[in-house]
């Protein structure tokens, strides 16, 4: 078990590199490169509280293309029952990766009080993943306007995963705010406010279902709108719902 408490880090390659690591991380301040922790084959919990990533180091333009083209705040491969509370990061390329590896995937990832602002994407799921569970309230992803692709906020692929959110604000994806690929994955939100969706991809939908046999719930207080998308919600693939509560959500 290790433990980090009041670091500062300025411009590492990546700032925590873990493997069999077990650890804590409290009130840390970084201006990381291309990865602030990349963690795998590891079977405890971790909890990360009060990371702020800021440039502190660098304000530079150059910096900053470096790192929005660049940067994944957390790599997730095998890691068990992590905690992230009370984050915040600007400039990232992506702010939560979850991959699979040789060990397996990210199980029941629980978070609250996440904000990656100005960067290319929020949440990421790959293809290849299965059965990941996450539970995340007041999550919040603020894209940068200058990135020539569709990024989202929220993109889940692979097969089987549970996944709850409650409270988020999505704003300004090149694609969709979420799109949900793979197979046989639930989605539930509840309370969602998704502003100008379709940045560089005119006409994307705000909430995108595809792939075969996923399902997306919509609960709560709906604000959604886009300047540049006439479209809020679609279906695609083989027995994909997108239900806000118990009815199909229309177009």
């Known amino acids: 078990m290790v433990h980090y408490e009041s670091v500062g880090l300025l411009n590492p390659t990546t700032a925590f590199y873990l493997r069999q690591s077990p650890c804590s991380f409290n009130h840390i301040r970084a201006q990381p490169m291309n990865g602030f922790v990349d963690v795998d084959e590891t079977y405890d919990v971790c909890r990360w509280n009060d990371i702020h990533l800021w440039p502190y180091w660098s304000l530079s333009d150059y910096v900053r293309l470096y790192t929005q083209t660049h940067l994944i705040v957390f790599l997730f491969g095998r890691c068990d029952n992590p905690q992230l509370s009370n984050i915040f990061s600007i400039r990232q390329y992506q702010g939560i990766r979850i991959v699979n590896t040789s060990f397996g995937t990210t199980s029941r990832l629980k978070g609250t009080n996440i904000e990656f602002d100005v960067g290319g994407y929020g949440l990421i799921i790959v293809a290849g993943t299965s059965n990941c569970i996450l539970q995340l309230t007041n999550f919040v992803v603020f894209h940068g306007t200058d990135f020539a692709e569709a990024t989202r906020s929220m993109w889940v692929d692979g097969t089987g995963h549970s996944i709850q ?79 806000k509560g118990t009815t199909a959500a229309a177009t």
């Open 165 to 243: 959110i409650t409270n988020v604000d999505f704003n300004q994806p090149g694609g969709q705010c979420v799109l949900v690929d793979g197979s046989n994955n639930k989605v539930g939100i509840c309370n969602y406010r998704m502003k100008e969706y379709g940045e560089f991809t005119a006409n994307s939908p705000g909430v995108n279902v595809v792939g075969t046999n996923n399902t997306v719930v919509l609960t709560g207080i709906e604000d959604m709108s886009s300047t540049t998308s006439v479209v809020k919600f679609a279906t695609g693939g083989t027995g994909a719902q997108l239900l």
